[in-house]
Nanobody, 125 residues
Framework: EVQLVESGGGLVQPGESLRLSCAAS????????MSWVRQAPGKGLEWVST????????FYADSVKGRFTISSDNAKNTVYLQMNFLEPEDTAVYYC??????????????????WGQGTQVTVSS
């Protein structure tokens, strides 16, 4: 059974940090391009970040560039999202997703093969 299980969300104040984790099982993790996407209340899905299969290339939305860092550990079948200097606009449910498509397609949620259940991140004072 394929599973992507996110964890690490929570309530933080502006300027604080969180680290999200996504543990994968049931598929060959190292073969997949991994992404994080988010959905703010009342809004559509927003692509956040992608990491290539070997972890050498990473990509970020302009809204999070310089504040968020994606990484992966193929030995642990886990992808991470380190989020620093969080802003209220970062409030959303964060999902990790996996795709076999080339990395350029991993910026488009329609091409994801697997999704996690999401973890809530709330940034509020």
């Amino acid at each position: 059974e394929v599973q992507l299980v996110e964890s690490g969300g929570g309530l933080v104040q502006p300027g604080e940090s969180l680290r999200l984790s996504c543990a994968a099982s049931g598929f060959t993790f190292s073969s997949y391009v991994m992404s994080w996407v988010r959905q703010a209340p009342g809004k559509g899905l927003e692509w956040v970040s992608t990491i290539d299969r070997d972890g050498r290339r990473t990509f970020y939305a302009d809204s999070v560039k310089g504040r968020f860092t994606i990484s992966s550990d193929n030995a642990k079948n886990t992808v991470y999202l380190q989020m620093n200097f969080l802003e209220p606009e970062d409030t959303a449910v964060y999902y990790c997703a996996a795709t076999l498509y080339p990395v350029s397609f991993a910026l488009v949620p329609a091409y994801f093969d697997y999704w996690g259940q999401g973890t809530q991140v709330t940034v509020s004072s």
